[in-house]
Each structure stands twice: as C-alpha cells, then as structure tokens.
C-alpha cells in the first residue's frame, strides 16, 4: 500500500494600525514605552489525507483537519533590531513553529524592517500543510475484503466440544512423578509445578498431567493439550 506524505507551508509579513483589542501592554523596562512592539503569530495547521484507488487521478475520499493558535510576543525597538537569523528569540520561536532555517533569515530581515519604519503591531501568518496520499490496488481491497469475511466467521465460529469417552479418562495410567532432567517440570494445565512422590496422571502419548486437571479437561475436549494426541470419543 503506497504512502506519500509531504509538507508545504507559507508565511506572510504585515504591519497593521493600532493595538489589538482586550491586550494588555506587559511591563518592559525600556526607556521610551512608545519603542515596545507587539508581534503576532498565527499559525495554522492544516491535516489532509487523501485516498485513491489503482491509478485514479481523483481521491475516493478525503479528509482535512485544521487547527489554529495564536502566540504574541512583545519586544522593545533595541531587542527586534539586534536579531539575528543565528539566534536570538525570534529565531527560537520560528524554530518552535517549524520554519526551515534556511528562511529564518528572510523572515528576520522582514520583521526587522517593518520594525524600522513605526511601532505598529507585526503581524506574522505562517500555515502548515500536511498531507498523506495513500493508494490502494484492487488486489489490496479483494484481499480485504476477503480477510474481513474470514475474520467475522472467525469471531462468530463457535467450536463443537467433543469429550473423552468417560471409560477412556478413567482408564488412564496414575503414576508416582519422579523428575528428570528431560521431563515437563509443571501440568501444563494448571501451571503448577508437580511434587515428587505424588501420583499424577499420564495420557497414552506419555504426557503427564494433575489428575483433576486432565479430567476436567477431557469432558471438553478428547485431545492432548500438547500434542493433540486423539482420546475415544464420543461421535459427533
């Protein structure tokens, strides 16, 4: 299933009259109040996913998600002035907002020079655009489809249960359990270590097992449950 993802993005740089509404001046310790700047941040980002089917020009569906924030950032003339596009806040927050630095230095220079010329509010939109392209070949959506038929008789299978004939689980072989260094340690039933000197129980195919446990077992199912070992049974 083939998967493109790729990003774009484009900023704007403006100056605008006046201050913005319901924002309160921060205390910057500056000499002249009237050389403190307030620069916004808009930034948008934009989640599209688009599908196709085979080699379609056109998506069979998509889908887009847009968020959007603001960050405002006040600065007095002689901070904005001495940015540089190595460091400096500025360059900290286009870091943050994902700006490839090979810009940084056009979006500073901007910035600086609408500084220059008044104290009016900077104004900065940036958009993110991120999307992922997936396409899928008909022999992927058979197999799907198949799959999920499958999947659903899976899930709403419900298997027969077929016990041991009652003669047959009575009849099996109680021994005294002695390990050894090629012997199951534990009834893999249960998963309780055996004790030696205490009988245990062995099927025909030599596996051992707690009495209980292997007799509960049986009223369900006629199989070993290591290897599978068929016991009498009752016909189906």
């Known amino acids: 299933m083939p998967l493109n993802f790729s990003r774009t993005y484009g900023f704007q740089i403006w100056q ?3 201050q913005p509404t319901n924002q309160q001046q921060p205390q910057i ?3 002249d109040k009237s050389n403190v700047f ?3 941040f808009h ?3 934009v989640d599209q996913r688009k599908n196709y089917i085979g080699n379609s ?3 069979v569906s998509s889908y887009e998600d847009t968020k959007s924030y603001t960050e405002l950032v006040f600065l007095s003339k002689r901070e904005v002035m001495s940015q540089d596009i190595n460091g400096g806040c500025l360059c900290s927050l286009l870091r943050k907002f994902e700006i490839p630095v090979e810009d940084h230095g056009t979006m500073i220079r901007q910035i600086v020079g609408l500084a220059g010329t008044s104290t009016m509010p900077i104004v900065v939109d940036i958009i993110h655009v991120y999307l992922m392209e997936i396409v899928v070949h008909i022999v992927d959506l058979v197999r799907e489809y198949y799959d999920t038929i499958i999947l659903d008789s899976m899930e709403t299978y419900e298997p027969k249960s077929i016990p041991a004939t009652k003669s047959s689980v009575e009849a099996l072989e109680k021994i005294m359990y002695q390990p050894s260094s090629n012997s199951i ?9 055996f004790r030696t000197g205490f ?3 062995r099927m025909p195919c030599s596996h051992v097992y707690h009495g209980n446990c292997i007799a509960k077992w049986l009223q369900t199912s006629h199989f070993c449950p290591l290897c599978r070992y068929p016991m009498p049974h009752y016909a189906s």
Not at 185 to 193: A, K, T, V
């Open 185 to 193: 340690q534990e009834c893999s039933i249960c998963l309780e270590e």
């Open 57 to 59: 020009q056109e998506p």
């Open 38 to 40: 307030l620069i916004e």
């Open 29 to 31: 310790e500056v000499d």
């Open 16 to 18: 605008r009259p006046g």
């Open 199 to 201: 009988v245990v129980t």
């Open 43 to 45: 930034i948008t980002k």
